[in-house]
């Protein structure tokens, strides 16, 4: 059994006070896998949410007597990151804790795609994003061919290398005139690159 958790940083949990770090104990002394992601890296391609994760373990602890837990200095290790589907896992916690910035808000919608009846989703953030007046974009990503959601700065011009024709949209902020205006380089080169590797007929 997979479970995964959505959460901070673990370098910047306590892990004597976090209940993040205990649910991850919980699961462990189970005997599931735990790995660990962040909000800001989930991505949804080919209609289905995944995450750059890490499979993490967790160093034995004790209660301390009071609210807290003794635990080792070195509390966790963890493997190299790897894109994992999230609708492999049995459960998925969301524990990152808001501002409700796009990142935040990317990855509720990212996870709209993953299955409930298949996947258990424990603090849902769906309602935080309701009603979700840009989930009909994510749902293309049902459509044949190949689709991604990436949150801003991380498309590439290597992301749509071997494609034939790509559209770039944001699905949260105040449109590409917003983004070009940011981040002025991207789409000339993201453009460039679709150019060089298909020209015009």
């Not at 699961?27 to 989930?42: C, K």
């Not at 493997?79 to 589907?85: D, F």
């Amino acid at each position: 059994m997979k479970i995964a958790f959505v959460a901070d940083p673990l370098d910047g949990l306590d892990p004597s006070i976090d209940t993040t770090v205990g649910l991850m104990h919980a699961a462990q002394n189970r005997g599931a896998e735990v790995w660990v992601t962040q909000a800001r890296l989930l991505e949804a391609a080919h209609g289905r949410a995944r995450g750059h994760a890490r499979r993490v373990r967790v160093a034995p602890s004790q209660p301390r007597g009071d609210h807290r837990w003794t635990v080792a200095r070195r509390w966790f290790t963890a493997g190299e990151p790897q894109r994992v589907w999230l609708d492999e896992m049995a459960a998925i916690f969301m524990r990152t804790e808001p501002p409700l910035d796009q990142a935040y808000l990317t990855a509720t919608l990212i996870l709209d795609l993953v299955d409930p009846g298949r996947t258990a989703l424990v603090n849902d953030p769906g309602g935080l994003d309701a009603p979700r007046g840009r989930q009909r974009d994510l749902q293309l990503l049902e459509r044949p061919g190949h689709s991604q959601v990436r949150r801003a700065g991380q498309v590439r011009p290597a992301a749509i290398a071997g494609s034939r024709r790509a559209v770039i949209h944001d699905l949260i902020g105040l449109g590409p005139a917003h983004r070009r205006a940011r981040r002025p380089g991207l789409l000339p080169a993201l453009a460039a690159a679709a150019s060089a590797r298909f020209p015009p007929r």
